[in-house]
């Protein structure tokens, strides 16, 4: 199921360096591994903020697929990310999990730890959930 995901993921996850590593149906959670070249950073090596959102959001949005299969899309209602230390150019842990999920709602969670095992971002997220029609 791994590779299988990541042959169909989208396109900005691999210009980015990234692909699922692991994934826990059970807890609605997975991880990311990133290799984040310098194209993506401001001040020599800090990845750009945008980025590290989309990598949270990628990891985050990416547990609910793998725990649902009836989950065709989520629309963001609101992220917000918060930076802790200075991300910066390389491999990148990325994980994601839901916190509380109802039928049309989920609440999610993800962090961002570099090659140190550092963790330098997390983030929240509330997103609406569409899933596919019944029948």
């Known amino acids: 199921m791994i ?3 990541n042959r169909t993921s989208p396109e900005f996850i691999r210009l980015l360096g990234g692909k699922l590593v692991d994934f826990n149906s059970d807890k609605c959670a997975c991880t990311f ?3 984040i ?8 090596d800090i990845v750009q903020g ?4 989309a990598m949270l959001d ?3 949005s990416h547990a609910i697929f793998l725990h649902d299969q009836n989950v065709v899309g989520l629309s963001s209602l609101e992220i917000k990310t918060t930076y802790l230390e200075p991300t910066r150019a390389g491999k990148l842990r990325v994980e994601g999990w839901a916190i ?3 039928y049309k709602i989920i609440f999610m969670e993800g962090h961002v730890y ?7 971002a997390t983030a929240s ?10 029948g």
């Open 3 to 5: 590779e299988e995901r």
């Open 33 to 35: 591994e990133f290799d």
């Open 37 to 44: 070249g310098k194209d993506y950073c401001h001040s020599v």
């Open 50 to 53: 945008g980025f590290v959102t």
């Open 58 to 60: 990628a990891a985050m």
């Open 100 to 102: 509380k999920q109802g």
């Open 114 to 120: 570099n090659e140190d095992d550092v963790l330098t």
């Open 125 to 134: 997220t509330v997103s609406k959930i569409s899933r596919a029609p019944a």
